[in-house]
C-alpha cells in the first residue's frame, strides 16, 4: 500500500505507474480515492469543529449552574446532547469512508523502481547475468521422475492415494538429499551472518492481507476453516508479520533473517507438462531470506540478496542466470524483483529456482512496521528472497549431475550433510 500522500500530491504519477504494470482498469481507482479522500478530511474537520464546540459548551454548563443560571445550564445541555447526535453520525460516516479508502488503497499497485523494465508479462523479463558454463551431456537425460524413480527415491501413487495430486513422499538417499540442501543451504546464510528462524506455520488474517496482494491470496492461501488462520506460502509471510504494529530502534537494524519451513499453495490453474511431477506440488519446504532494514538500504540489500542465491548454487556447481522481472510481471506489492534460474541439461534452458524482491515499504505500511526517528517515525523496508526450495532444486541437482548409468554425484558441499555419501546410486528391482 502506498502513501496516500503520493495520491494526493502527484496522482498522475500513480496513474503512470498503473499504466506501466498494464493494470488500466484500475484507473478509476485514482480518482475515486481522491474524491473520497476530500470527503473524509472535510467530514474530520466538522467532526473537529464540533467536538470542539462541545467543549467550550461544557466548560460553560458548569459556570452557569456555579451562578445558578440553572436554566440556561440546561439550554446549553441539550445543546450538548445535538452536537453528540451530529458526532454519531458523522463518526460512523468518516469510518466508513476510511475502510472505503482502505479497500481501494490496497489495490493501488507500489510505485516501482525506475530501473524495471517495462514488459506485459514474464515473457519480457530481461537477463542480467550469468554464471558457470551450461552443460548438455552426451547421453539423454530422463525426465526428473524417471530419475528419481529409477533411484527408488519417489513414491507419487501412494501420495496420491493419501493426499491427491500434488504431493510425494520421498525416499531413501534422496531424502536424505533434500534435507542435505535445506541444512547445507540454513550454514550457508548463517555463515553470511543471518539469524536461523523457525517460524509458525499459520498466520492470521491481518497478516495475510498485509504481506500479499488478495490476487496471490486467492491463487495460493489454504484457509483453516472455522478459524481466522491461513497455512503459509512461504515463510516470509510469518517473518514479515513478525514485526506487525512495531516501533524498531535504528541501532537495531538491519534484521536479517534465515527462515525455514514447510510451505502449503493451491497452485490454482493449468501448468504445462514441464510443471509435472514435483516441479509445481501443493507441499514443500524452503529455506528463505528475510530483511528488514533502513529505507535508504534497500536497495543494497537487495543487490547481496539474490547473490548470496547465486553463490549458493555455484557453489552446487549448478550453472544459474539472473532475470530482470519487467513491470507487468511484478506482483502489486513489489518496487523491483530478480529471478535465479538454474540450468537444465534435458530442457536446455532455464528454469526458476527462486525469486528476490524488494517490497519498500509497503508490507510495513500495511502492518505498521516503524522505526523510531528523531522527530517523527517513519516505515521500514522489507525484503525477501529464496535461498532454496528443494524440489526444485533436487531437479537442478540430479540434472547436472547425473551420470550415464543414471547414478548422482553429490556436490562436495552436501557430502558431509550426506554423512560423506559421494554418490546415490541407482537401485536393482526385485
Request: proline content about 4%.
Amino acid at each position: 500500500m502506498i502513501d496516500i500522500k503520493i495520491i494526493r500530491e502527484n496522482p498522475e504519477l500513480v496513474k503512470n505507474n498503473i499504466k506501466k504494470k498494464f493494470q488500466d482498469e484500475k484507473l478509476m481507482l485514482v480518482d475515486e480515492i481522491i474524491k473520497l479522500d476530500s470527503q473524509q478530511r472535510k467530514t474530520k474537520t466538522t467532526i473537529d469543529d464540533l467536538r470542539n464546540e462541545r467543549n467550550v459548551v461544557s466548560k460553560n454548563i458548569g459556570i452557569l449552574f456555579a451562578k445558578k443560571k440553572n436554566q440556561e445550564a440546561e439550554q446549553q445541555k441539550e445543546k450538548v446532547n445535538e452536537i453528540n447526535e451530529k458526532l454519531l453520525i458523522l463518526e460512523k460516516e468518516e469510518e466508513s469512508l476510511s475502510q472505503e479508502i482502505k479497500q481501494k488503497m490496497l489495490l493501488i499497485p507500489n510505485i516501482i523502481d525506475d530501473t524495471v523494465p517495462i514488459g506485459k508479462d514474464d515473457s519480457e523479463n530481461v537477463e542480467v547475468e550469468r554464471f558457470l558454463e551450461p552443460r548438455v551431456p552426451s547421453f539423454p537425460i530422463p525426465y526428473h521422475v524417471d530419475i528419481l524413480e529409477n533411484l527408488e527415491g519417489i513414491d507419487l501413487d501412494s501420495a496420491r492415494k493419501v493426499a491427491g495430486n500434488g504431493f510425494y513422499y520421498l525416499m531413501g538417499d534422496v531424502a536424505r538429499l533434500h534435507s542435505a540442501v535445506l541444512n547445507y543451504a540454513r550454514d550457508f546464510m548463517i555463515n553470511n551472518g543471518f539469524t536461523y528462524v523457525i517460524p509458525p506455520y499459520m498466520i492470521r488474517s491481518e497478516v495475510v492481507t498485509g504481506v500479499m496482494s488478495f490476487a496471490e491470496m486467492e491463487a495460493m492461501m489454504y484457509k483453516i476453516e472455522g478459524e481466522d488462520l491461513y497455512l503459509i506460502g512461504t515463510s516470509e509471510h510469518s517473518m514479515i508479520g513478525k514485526f506487525i504494529d512495531t516501533i524498531n530502534n535504528k541501532e537495531n537494524l538491519p534484521y536479517a533473517y534465515t527462515s525455514y519451513s514447510p510451505c502449503f499453495r493451491k497452485e490454482k490453474g493449468a501448468h504445462g507438462i514441464e510443471e509435472r511431477g514435483i516441479y509445481r506440488i501443493h507441499q514443500f519446504e524452503k529455506q528463505e531470506m528475510v530483511v528488514i532494514c533502513e529505507p535508504e538500504d534497500s536497495k543494497e540489500w537487495f543487490e547481496k540478496l539474490y547473490k548470496y542465491t547465486v553463490e549458493l548454487f555455484t557453489s552446487m556447481q549448478i550453472p544459474v542466470r539472473t532475470l530482470e522481472c519487467c513491470s507487468g510481471d511484478l506482483a502489486d506489492l513489489k518496487v523491483k524483483s530478480i529471478d535465479v534460474e538454474a540450468w537444465s541439461p534435458r530442457q536446455e534452458k532455464y528454469f526458476e529456482v527462486g525469486s528476490c524482491s524488494n517490497m519498500g515499504d509497503a508490507q510495513a505500511r500495511r502492518l505498521a512496521i516503524r522505526i523510531r526517528g528523531e522527530k517523527k517515525n517513519y516505515f521500514a523496508h522489507t525484503l525477501n528472497n529464496t535461498v532454496v526450495a528443494p524440489p526444485r532444486m533436487l531437479i537442478a541437482v540430479l540434472e547436472n549431475h547425473l551420470n550415464e548409468d543414471g547414478s548422482v554425484n553429490v556436490p562436495p558441499v552436501l557430502q558431509p550433510y550426506m554423512g560423506g555419501t559421494k554418490v546415490i546410486n541407482t537401485k536393482t528391482k526385485k
